[in-house]
């Protein structure tokens, strides 16, 4: 952030290089990060993607650092003592860094590169959350509950367990109630067809069954023998 601010600062000048030296920082320096900013701009207008500030909003630069600086995270240990949570390296903040005597140590800090002398320092630190290593490097890093976040993680499950157990005794009710529906009405059809067989007359309906080669006999008739006259003698 310490560098973000002498850019931004140096391009209200114009990047004039007598300014630089006024205040001692390196001309060649500001223009190779003028040349990285153009090469930035050109690739996000190369993939269609507008260049937006993030104003004074410096947590989104320090996300973005995060983000790609999380392999080279470390955490406090000690007063002014840091290790690193990957490799397990002891390391001090450098005597260079703006946080270095600021009278705060952060927890979490994201470093550039690692100074080896007597001892392990690491130069162009960064402020970090130690949410942000979860979030942004979950295959690292997780975040240990508390016993109260347990307890209500645990009865959130619980809540959602029986919620869904309701949901399906509802449904299952549900389901039960429209199949007892539907045995009634197939019943009630049933019984109406039964009731229109009956008053039709039987299975034939009062119809008469008539087969080929018989001759038709009214129903009502008896059989009489056919008289036969005397035969003379």
């Known amino acids: 952030l310490t560098l973000l601010n002498v850019y931004l600062r140096a ?3 114009r990047f004039d290089p007598e300014w630089c030296a006024r205040h001692f920082i390196h001309a060649k320096g500001i223009r190779k990060a003028r ?11 190369q993939q269609r993607l507008e260049p937006m500030s993030c ?3 410096w947590d989104a630069v320090r996300k973005a650092i995060c983000s790609a600086y999380f392999c ?22 450098h005597p260079s860094s703006a946080l270095f005597g600021l009278g705060f140590t952060p927890d979490y800090v994201c470093y550039h590169e690692l100074i080896s002398t007597t001892k392990e320092y690491m130069s162009c630190v960064t ?36 919620k869904m157990e309701k949901q399906l005794v509802a449904k299952r009710k549900m389901r039960e109630e429209a199949d007892e529906k539907a045995k009634k009405d197939e019943e009630e059809e049933e019984k109406k067809r039964s009731a229109s ?28 023998p056919k008289k036969r006259g005397r035969i003379g003698m």
């Open 197 to 224: 067989f009956k008053r039709r007359g039987g299975s034939s309906g009062g119809l008469t069954m008539i087969t080929p080669g018989r001759r038709v006999t009214n129903k009502n008739s008896r059989f009489m």
């Open 127 to 162: 402020s970090v959350e130690g949410e942000w290593l979860a979030e942004l490097g979950p295959m690292f890093f997780s975040i240990k509950e508390s016993f109260e976040a347990t307890l209500k993680r645990r009865q959130e499950k619980k809540l959602e367990k029986v």
């Open 72 to 93: 080279n995270s470390s955490k406090i240990k000690g007063i002014g003592e840091y290790i690193n949570m990957l490799s397990g390296i002891p390391s001090a903040l």
């Open 55 to 57: 104003g004074g909003s």
């Open 35 to 45: 040349e990285v900013h153009a090469q930035l701009v050109d690739l996000m207008k």
């Open 11 to 13: 391009k209200q000048f």
